[in-house]
């Protein structure tokens, strides 16, 4: 209680992220009552969360929303597995990048509506295949023993598990291509000029290595403030006044060293 007191000034600050994750309670029933992946590695919530941990490391404040809240006050979203698409979803995420946004989604996206029906004309549905430039033809569910690879146009490379969609590409840039198997050579990752902002299509679960490179991307061109942070410290901040106050957490058992700019 009195270190509490010495702190009094944050009273009344405010965290304002300006990066929103979509979670969204509907779609993870419909995931789990969906029978057309494999029942033990869907990990819906997993996903999400290590997703928001990805987006932890580079120190930036990210607001956990569902998807349809309003987008008005974010630079980047980010949409893993958003299965279900409700009434307006599809509508709002296109406003979002056409206004500036970076939007970022994976395989698994819009395949069914509230009412669980499939979307007809391609997946995404809702107007999304306009918005990411591809049409999910074929999603895969991999083994254990399974392997595969994306290649990216920089020339790193990203491990594939458990979950990859072939893509039709329709006016989208190819980021990344799969390297193996009889998809090797096909659209893995891609993004889509739409308006003023970009959507990018992850079609394949990649490893954190990966996907903390995509979502720099999008935080960079987003014009997102980064930071490097040891692994396991989280740094937030809060505001009110012109003042800002910035916390640094330190997860880990052991002590860490933080350099702020």
Known sequence: GADLEKLSDIRGTLVK????????????????????MSQETKEYPKTCIQMYKNLLRFGVDVDIIPSDDPLDDYEVVVAPMLYMIRPGVGESLKRFVERGGQLLATYLTGYVDENQLNFLGGFPGD??????????????????TDHNQVRFTDGTVGEVREYAEMLRVNGAEVLGTYTEDYYGGMPAVTSKTYGKGRAC????RLDDAAMQRLLEECLKAAGVTTYELPCGVERHTREA?????????????????????
């Open 17 to 36: 992220s300006k990066v929103a994750l979509l979670f969204d309670w509907d779609n993870m029933w419909a995931i789990d009552a969906m029978r057309g």
């Open 127 to 144: 107007g999304l295949t306009e918005l990411f430039g591809v049409v999910s033809e074929e999603l895969d569910s991999l083994y254990p």
């Open 201 to 204: 299509y992850v079609a394949a």
């Open 241 to 261: 006044d012109g003042k800002q106050y910035v916390f640094y957490l330190n997860c880990t058992d052991e002590i860490q060293q933080v350099k702020d700019v």
